[in-house]
């Protein structure tokens, strides 16, 4: 048997290919290191991105840097990032990439109503497309918007609540975002969400803050008289509210007597002078939900506008009830330009309380005012008292004595210059009177000026077998100053007193005429006229009133030939201000 002499086979391990060469393993290596390379160049770029949204404190500020960091880290050309609304809608809608005359020609933003938006709204999740324009939710895109195919969406989380979501388009380098892309833009939104809820924490901190301060500065400006001589009640509500709500115009009305009207008395902002001493009808719905839950309602003012007032616009506006004021129901009407997002729900409770304090102090303000007025009233029927009790007393003694001299002596000279004594003590002593009158005359003011003028003309005429003719300008309510009202109601007293006590006339005139520029007081008679004007105090007060108004006046009169006092005063410049409404 023969032996085998076969040599033993070799042993393989391992595939049948051969082996790698080394130009294989370098470029291995190489590719490997580069994707390492830009791994960490994302890495660095995405820890970059979040440190510097969490540096910044301010919500808008916050939001933009989001989306600018997620368009540079996903390498988008268009980026967008859209706000959930307290009713379901876009409330905010920031874009980067877009010109602001692309923009322009795109129009208004979207609100999500519809199309991919509002189905990514309804379901948020990340979602990665190659094609935007082939999904079916895909509509609505404006012919001015710039072409665009692939897209990412990532929504923004706030504690498991969903606050909007991050839009990004357009890859630059012309391919779908890829999963590493959707990665770091999930990680940048996370992140996000723990700055921006720290940005709206601090908005509404701030938020807090200026209206704490609005309603500090209102109740400090009521305390102080000086200011408020200067500028009514509601006018400093007005002005704090503007500054401390961002809004375009702040206005304060009063009902009217009409069901659902309200009058503007007065306001601060941009469209002031369209809506100034103007009815404003906003039935009866708007004005009882305010009062009757005591909290702010929108509304809307558009209706209420001019033609300026519509090519300028007006945004959301709400009615805040101020409680009781002295001539009706007090409202707080606050308004922002067009575009300007809607008050939120704490901007509505802080505006609401402001509204419950500017009311208690527009109260304690009356009250203080009630208070003050009383103490000038008591103190003002104690000095007439005293002119009548002592004053009077004593002049009618002293002439009483003078017309005695006249047994003593027979000399006309003599007789002639007792009889202008006594003349002049009784002129005296009917300006007296007539003082007295003025000084327990109650002041009110919430009565228009032409009733009050009415009320005096027929209360010193009622003496008189007739009745003075009274003319007074249908515009007098509207253009003369409460400051100058006192000053008119003088005027007419002291000339009609002059014409009752003094003229002997059948027949008195009272005109009271007014333009916007200045009022006239005229007093006529046709009575029995005088020589002398000096040394007559009546005359001399009117003139005083005059003259401290830079305003002038003139006295024509001769015997038997009638009196005519003309009292002239200019009216301030900017009437809108400080003219009763």
């Known amino acids: 048997m023969e032996s085998s002499s076969a040599e033993p086979r070799p042993l393989i391990v391992g595939s049948s290919l051969p082996a790698p060469g080394l130009e294989d393993i370098r470029a291995a290596l190489i ?66 990439g877009i010109e602001p005359e692309t923009a322009e020609r795109i129009g208004p933003v979207p609100r999500g109503e519809q199309g991919a938006l509002g189905m990514l709204m309804s379901a948020p999740r990340p979602i990665r497309l190659q094609d935007l324009h ?51 833009a999930v990680v940048l939104a996370a992140a996000a969400g723990f700055a921006i809820e720290n940005a709206r924490l601090f908005d509404e901190a701030h938020l807090r803050t200026r209206w704490m301060e609005a309603s500090m500065q209102v109740a400090v400006q009521m305390l102080d008289r000086n200011e408020c001589n200067a500028e009514s009640g509601e006018a400093i509500v007005a002005n704090q509210a503007l500054e401390a709500s961002s809004s375009a115009l702040a206005m304060v009305a009063i009902r009217d007597g009409k069901q659902g009207t309200l009058r503007v008395s007065t306001g ?71 575009g300007a997002p809607a008050y939120s729900d704490l901007e509505n409770a802080l505006a609401g309380k402001y509204g419950r304090q500017s009311a208690l102090a527009l109260e304690l303000m009356r009250v203080s005012g009630n208070r003050e007025e009383s103490a000038v009233f008591a103190d003002r029927d104690r000095i007439a008292k005293d002119l009548h009790d002592l004053v009077i007393q004593r002049l009618f003694a002293a002439g009483f004595s003078a ?59 009622s003496s008189l077998p007739f009745a003075p003719d009274l003319h007074v300008a249908e515009s007098l309510d509207r253009l003369v100053p409460l400051a100058m009202e006192g000053h008119v109601l003088a005027v007419v007293s002291e000339g009609l007193s002059n014409a009752i006590n003094h003229a ?43 003259q401290n108004l830079n305003g002038n006046f003139l006295v024509r009169s001769a015997p038997n030939r009638g009196t005519t006092f003309e009292w002239t005063a200019p009216l301030p410049g900017d009437i809108g201000k400080t003219a009763r409404p």
């Open 31 to 96: 590719a490997s290191t580069e994707e390492l390379v830009q791994f960490q160049a994302r890495m660095q770029g995405l820890l970059a991105s979040v440190i510097a949204i969490s540096q910044d404190l301010r919500l808008d500020s916050v939001l933009r840097h989001v989306v600018k960091s997620a368009c540079k880290l996903t390498d988008a050309r268009y980026g967008a990032l859209g706000v959930l609304g307290e009713n379901g809608m876009l409330s905010r809608f920031i874009t980067e």
């Open 134 to 184: 082939t999904h079916p939710a895909s509509v609505g895109f404006p012919r001015s918007h710039p072409p665009t195919r692939s897209f990412l969406n990532v929504p923004l989380r706030i504690h498991d609540v969903v606050f909007g979501n991050l839009y990004l388009t357009d890859k630059r380098n012309g391919t779908p975002f890829t999963a590493d892309d959707e990665n770091l």
């Open 268 to 338: 601060s902002g941009l469209l002031t002078p369209d809506f100034l001493h103007r009815s404003l009808h906003l039935g009866e719905s708007p004005i009882l939900s305010a009062q009757e839950s005591n909290h702010p309602i929108a509304l809307d003012l558009a209706p209420h506008l001019s033609r300026a007032g519509k090519e300028s616009g007006i945004g959301p506006a709400l009615l805040i009830t101020l409680g009781s004021g002295a001539a009706g129901d007090a409202f707080l009407i606050l308004a922002r330009p067009p």
């Open 403 to 461: 017309k005695s001299l006249a047994r003593f002596t027979t000399e006309p000279v003599a007789l002639e210059r007792i009889d202008s004594i006594t003349d002049e003590l009784d002129s005296t002593m009917a300006d007296l009177r007539e003082t007295i009158h003025a000084l327990q005359e109650p002041q009110d003011t919430a009565m228009p000026l032409s009733t009050r003028i009415s009320q005096v003309v027929r209360k010193l005429s």
């Open 504 to 546: 002997k006339a059948a027949s008195i005139s009272v005109r009271v005429d007014v333009d916007t520029e200045k009022i006239v007081v005229s007093v006529i008679d046709d009575g029995g006229g005088f020589r002398r004007v000096k040394g007559r105090n009546g005359l001399d007060n009117m003139k005083a009133r005059a």
